[in-house]
C-alpha cells in the first residue's frame, strides 16, 4: 500500500500555469507506475498522464498534450505536474494515482489501486 499526497491547486485565469507535486511514501519500491487523473463536476475521472518508473516512460491524454509536462525527482517517488497555457475546461479535481500493475497503468481510472486526496483547479475564462 503507497499514500499519495497531492499539492499545489488554486484558482488562475487562462493561458497561466501551475505545477501539481505528489508525494508517495510506503511499499513505493514495489510501483510500476504513477500517474495524475482529474475529474470535473458531473463528469468521469480521467487520465491527464502517466510515468513509468522503471525507465521514466511519459504518456498524456490528447486533450493536455504538448500543455502539461510530468516529471519525478530522482527517487521517482515524487511526481510532478507542469501545466501550461491552461484553458477553463482543465476546471477539475486533480488526484495522483499509483499502480504495482503494468496492464492496470495502461488502464482507465477505475482500475487504478492507490490514489490521493486530490487538489482542485479552476481556470477562469
Known amino acids: 500500500q503507497v499514500k499519495l499526497v497531492e499539492s499545489g491547486g488554486r484558482s488562475v485565469q487562462a493561458g497561466g500555469s501551475l505545477r501539481l507535486s505528489c508525494g508517495a511514501s510506503g511499499r513505493t519500491f514495489s510501483l510500476f507506475g504513477m500517474g495524475w487523473f482529474r475529474q470535473a463536476p458531473g463528469n468521469e475521472r480521467e487520465f491527464v498522464a502517466r510515468f513509468r518508473r522503471s525507465d521514466g516512460n511519459v504518456g498524456y491524454a490528447d486533450s493536455v498534450e504538448g500543455r502539461f509536462t510530468i516529471a519525478s525527482d530522482h527517487t521517482r517517488d515524487t511526481m510532478f505536474l507542469q501545466m501550461n497555457n491552461l484553458k477553463p475546461e482543465d476546471t477539475a479535481v486533480y488526484y495522483c494515482?499509483?499502480?504495482?500493475?503494468?496492464?492496470?497503468?495502461?488502464?482507465?481510472?477505475?482500475?487504478?489501486?492507490?490514489w490521493g486526496q486530490g487538489t482542485q483547479v479552476a481556470v477562469a475564462s
Open positions: 494515482a499509483a499502480t504495482s500493475s503494468e496492464t492496470k497503468y495502461y488502464s482507465p481510472a477505475k482500475s487504478w489501486q492507490d
